[in-house]
């Protein structure tokens, strides 16, 4: 493991002082010396972009595809090692940290097919109309192309699957652009091992040195300068809604400025619908209390705010809830610094007077660092729309119970608590007709709606929407996972009039590509 | 005309003072009390639009198109009034109106068609798949959904296309958006008459009251508060990179900011590569003269900056560009605003030391306001690199010859100037694949290149991208012009395990829409 900063194929001199990975587990100190990168690397790393960004954007479908597969191949060729460090890293299990690894590959492969198949740039072609009148209509056409080097953060609870080879570098990779990591210091080691990959597979395919350069930092100043970079198009971050809003601002204030992508906080609220309850409280409940603690809560979909009516099924939904959160035993967070801002968080939101706890397990596994109890709490609906304390999402094993008197109150709710990921209704089939105004403001304020389920657990697909308006995501319009997540990095251009031979081949008379395209509106492969 | 604020269909009570139209080529009042705006009619042009949104988003595809092809005839039936009010506002002769009427109708009839059709929605399947190991996928269902109020600002220099019912409108209400107009004070009445029209179109289509309001305001008060106004969704604006960024600032710094697309200036450089100036230097420059005249210049695609490389054909190509600028009158400019803009910079780039003027026009209609004389000046690319005030856009018929010593210095040029809308290269076929690395450059920095033509006059297509890197417009993936402009109020919805019945019917089993779908990776009609 190599913890120097790489900068296209080579790893930079070092300079600084190194720093060094936590067991958040067990408190030890990892193997391994991180080195901070400087202003210099930086700029090296998006000059190094800059220039593989002329030839990695024309290089053809086929073999960026091989590109990404190689990555793939590459992060499993690590075996068993990568596993262990990123579990030593996170604190994460070895079951977890494995399906990560699964999802991570998946996605890198998803996005070859989809660098593959072609179709995603979607070529539109106007043909000449030479005898139109009042005038003719000139050739036009149209596909989306790459905007150049992306900065992506790596996120801290997603060592794998939204780090340095995670969703945000596999997407801006198929859309044609050169990406810089910014690693996160919470797994150095796993940044450095996955970099290595990505290194090997660029190598490996002949695909531009620079296309991917990974900088280490344990402080924030080499995030800020890769993001006011002048030769820096886009930037993707996963994080906190402080975190977002600073990365934002600083690239909105640029001289040219440029889109942040940041996913930063979301409650997803889950409606508890009144006949659902009736039939079925206690395994509503029983499928929460998984969600509400599985990974210790760290997920951005974690179901932070149940919404019910009050009644003789809200109240066995909240025994069930009680005694399975009461069963779950103490699991190490990421990092110190999340550990204690959940403690914090919780208990600050526990002692609000309107609040009551209905449940804190104290099941503390001994002899383990960073351990985050599970809680649920509640409180009325009436004093939850007063305090915006009560909204602010709580990182971990968490979730606030709103009870409302009416589906009115409900619905004030849905319309007070802003944008989110994830809005999840569990309702009888036959219910849910009747609600439908709520329904339609619950569509309003999310990303994704789901019925009968729990928003973790986010599928990698073509039809995911995993981005929601403000303040869970900076931009509803664009995901960060499944494969649209490319939509990111890409502008269309359109050719007038342009030489045959010349356009692209997305583009071309005959269809060399055989892509799907919308020639003279219609949609045709031919 | 009536020329108060229309709030849903009726029109608010009078509490300001009345402002006029002024006709900029005779200098006359025309008739018509136009009555500023208040903050409260800003509140309830708002609420009437939420209000209207819960209903009009889910109104069915064809009632929508039906409405956008009512507003087309309604302002048909406006008649010859519509265009002699246009002419006497704007100063734009009848020919150029009676056309710029034909774009609106088109685009809306355009729109109507799309909205009818109905695959704009890019509707995503992915069906559940039980079986998959290590877990089953549920079914994903994703779609474009409105954003919601969209507040759209009149532009001055396309009185109808891209004013009250001009692209951005049309496209808003095509996404499923109800719009607030602001309309421009240049031409309260021309503005008057189309809300009319809409108004008409909404009543007689049964749409809900509030799916379009129209506020007038002769300063910036009421702009502001509609880009405040925490119930407006996003902002369209084409105008001035000042106007552009203030609005943009405003809007990002809302408690929830808000997308604002502005369409602000670019100067449109003409590449003139040497063998085409070799063989019809004559015929480039007498195509270029009528472009960067016509209407005055007044077109965000005004050809403003010319790059050559010093030599006879460009020798040749100044001589006729000259002679043809010389007999160009001169023309009305839209206010007295622009015409004294235009004056006072034009005027200060001659007098830039490094600046030659190559030609002035000096035929000034007699007895006519507000008049534009063609102008054309030279400098080298040397100067022009040290000088930044020379690369600022001149709205009005205005262009700067940049004389390069070789291609290399164009190179300079191209990385130098910045995003633009429109890059056009003169060639001959044979000599453009000598110029890929310019050619890239070029790509790199502009939404729309077109080889032998010249860029004013945008054809309103699906190809069309009328957009480029910043700071041409804010926002580089989007369009203001052609179908694809209806990207911009939308954003992905995903409905996850979603009662079969309840789901958007774009998403219903059976496809009962008939429209192409992405299902399980596979772009079908079934």
Chains 1, 2 share one sequence.
Not at 22 to 50: H, M, S, W
Not at 202 to 228: C, H, K, W
Not at 283 to 300: H, L, R, V
Request: glycine share 8%; aromatic share 6%.
């Amino acid at each position: 493991m190599n913890g120097r900063n790489l900068i296209g194929n080579e790893y930079a001199e070092v300079n600084t002082s190194a720093f060094k990975a936590i067991n958040p587990l067990t408190g030890e100190t990892l193997d391994g010396d991180f080195f901070p990168a400087q202003v210099k690397d930086v700029d090296e790393a998006l000059n190094y972009a800059v220039k593989a960004f002329t030839v990695y954007k024309n290089i053809d479908k086929d073999r960026k595809a091989a590109f990404l597969r190689a990555i793939a191949d590459e992060i499993i060729a690590l075996g068993d090692a990568l596993l262990e460090r990123a579990c030593a890293e996170s604190g994460l299990p070895l079951g977890r940290i494995t399906g990560e690894r699964g999802r991570t590959v998946g996605q890198l492969n998803m996005f070859a097919d989809l660098v593959a198949d072609g179709s995603w740039v979607e070529a539109i072609i106007d043909n000449e109309l030479p005898d139109r009148q009042p005038a003719a209509r000139p050739d036009i056409r149209r596909m989306l192309v790459a905007m150049g080097p992306v900065v992506v953060f790596g996120a801290s609870n997603f060592p794998l699957a939204f780090s340095v080879a995670g969703g945000d570098t596999a997407s801006a990779l198929a859309s044609g652009c050169p990406v810089v990591v910014k690693a996160h210091a919470a797994h150095p080691g796993t940044s450095a091992m996955v970099a290595s990959a990505i290194q090997k597979a660029v190598v490996s395919t002949g695909m531009p040195e620079g296309v991917f350069s990974i900088l280490f930092d344990n402080g924030y100043a080499i995030g800020e300068q890769l993001v006011r970079h002048p030769k820096t198009k886009a930037v993707t971050f996963t994080g906190s809604f402080k975190g977002g809003m600073a990365l934002s601002k600083i690239a909105a204030e640029r001289p040219v400025p440029i889109p942040v992508f940041a996913e930063m906080g979301s409650i997803n609220p889950v409606l508890l619908l009144p006949e659902a309850l009736n039939v079925r409280a206690e395994q509503i409940a029983e499928q929460y209390a998984a969600s509400i603690t599985m990974g210790a809560g760290q997920f951005c979909t974690n179901p932070g705010l149940l919404l019910g009516i009050a009644g003789a099924g809200l109240n066995r939904f909240k025994a069930t809830l009680a005694a399975k959160i009461a069963a779950v035993s103490s699991a190490t967070m990421l990092t110190p610094g999340i550990c204690k801002n959940y403690q914090e968080l919780s208990d600050a939101m526990i002692s609000e007077k309107e609040v009551t706890l209905i449940m804190k397990s104290d099941l503390l596994v001994e002899g383990a660092n960073n351990q985050a109890l599970a809680a649920v709490a509640e409180v009325s609906a009436k004093d939850f729309l007063a305090n915006p304390k009560l909204k602010e999402e709580i990182f971990g094993p968490w979730s606030l119970l709103v009870v409302a008197e009416n589906i009115a109150e409900l619905g004030e709710v849905l319309d007070y608590v802003g944008g989110q990921l994830t809005l999840s209704v569990m309702a009888e089939d036959a219910e849910l007709k009747n609600y439908q105004p709520l329904l339609d403001k619950a569509e309003d304020i999310t990303g994704r709606i789901l019925l009968n389920g729990v928003p973790t657990g986010v599928e990698v697909c073509a039809a995911m929407q995993h981005g929601g308006p403000f303040p869970a995501t900076n931009d509803s319009r664009f995901t960060s996972v499944g494969t649209t997540a490319v939509r990111r990095f890409v502008r269309p251009l359109s050719w007038q009039n342009w030489a045959a031979d010349l356009l692209p081949p997305a583009l071309q008379d005959g269809n060399p590509l055989n892509i799907w395209r919308l020639v003279d509106n219609k949609m045709t492969k031919s």
